[in-house]
């Protein structure tokens, strides 16, 4: 290997694992996260279970139990992979807008939640807070259709542009 791949390489794995801490900064569990930063910086069309323990140096029952929460996430499938014997899993075609898309679920709770916490209680300061917490998360929801719809048209227009905003290729 040259010294130049050697520093690429090098780059290509410390962004890897600053994503991977910026991840469990947020929230998410640390083989996870790790996880799904190699999937985000392969190149390879599919992983294996192995392909994964090997590049990051985990145990196969820890990259296992993280498959398993990224694919409920709905950011990985499993991946054909003709003759052979083990699993392959790749990141999904539109993984992000199908994950934020998901994210209403736990919205719709609070909102249930509250809309009878406005139905308790009388008119005043609690109220209003209650309706205006509602109204906040009835908006969010209302657009994040729109929004996703307007990404993806983004996206097209640069594919068929053969151009992205930040000057790079599709």
Not at 8 to 22: F, G, P, V, Y
Not at 97 to 125: C, F, K, M, N, W
């Amino acid at each position: 290997m040259t010294g130049e791949t050697e520093r690429k390489q090098a780059a290509r794995k410390e962004a890897s694992e600053h994503l991977a801490l910026t991840l469990v900064g947020a929230g998410m569990q640390r083989m996870a996260a790790r996880t799904l930063a190699a999937f985000l910086f392969t190149d390879e069309q599919s992983l294996t279970a192995g392909d994964l323990t090997e590049e990051l140096g985990a145990s196969a029952g820890s990259v296992s139990g993280a498959i398993k929460m990224i694919m409920q996430m709905g950011l990985i499938e499993r991946a054909p992979a003709p003759g052979s014997r083990r699993e392959h899993y790749r990141m999904r075609d539109r993984a992000w807008t199908t994950l934020y898309g998901r994210q209403h679920a736990p919205i719709d709770d609070i909102l249930s939640a509250v809309a009878s916490g406005v139905e308790a209680v009388e008119p005043g300061p609690a109220r209003d807070r209650l309706v205006y917490m509602r109204d906040f998360y009835e908006f969010l929801l209302s657009e994040v259709p729109g929004l996703i719809e307007r990404f993806d048209r983004q996206q097209l227009d640069q594919k068929q542009s053969g151009q992205r905003r930040d000057g790079s290729r599709p």
